[in-house]
């Protein structure tokens, strides 16, 4: 495929996740400063409110490509691909059409209407035979409405990041 059509590819999936969201120009990008040290300020994430191993750091306002969007880890992908032996006690949720979410939300998730708290889960996308562990983030809409996948999931399940995608969803009880 050709980079320079997965590099508009993504781009225009970030400038219509903006609108989406109503914009997010001018907001207060999710950093603590540390104290300064003798060269300036050293900024810090601030780690996702589930925390755990999969929380990662948010993208830097000059992210361009999709490696710069993906700020997991080798470890984090690694865990989130992980074989779980839990996954014997999981619930299918069913299968949806996803698109790819916010790539300035970092991690590994999934916003769907499939749930209606906030939960671990599992995507199964059967082109590619991966699966990836991910938290399933509740919206609102009909069951049967689309969901929205993080970059880095998608990434890992080897589905496109450009268009429509049919994904299975589990939940870890």
Known sequence: MNKRFVLVSVLSAIFLAGCQAGGTRGNTPNVEL???????YTLRPVPRPSGG????AKPVETAR???DFDTTT???????????PAASRETKLGTTIVS????TEP??????????????GRLEYSASGK??????????GPKTAGSRVSL???????????GLTEIRVFSAN
């Open 152 to 162: 880095a999931a998608l990434r890992l399940l080897g589905a496109p990041l450009a």
């Open 100 to 103: 790819l979410g916010s790539p």
């Open 107 to 120: 991690g590994f998730w999934m916003k769907t209407p499939l749930v209606s708290k906030p939960m671990r």
């Open 53 to 56: 191993a999969l929380a990662t």
């Open 34 to 40: 540390s104290p300064p040290p003798s060269d300036g």
């Open 65 to 67: 490509t999709v490696e």
């Open 131 to 140: 699966s990836v562990a991910v938290d399933l983030i509740p919206i609102d």
């Open 74 to 84: 080798r470890a984090q992908r690694q865990e989130a691909l992980a074989d779980d």
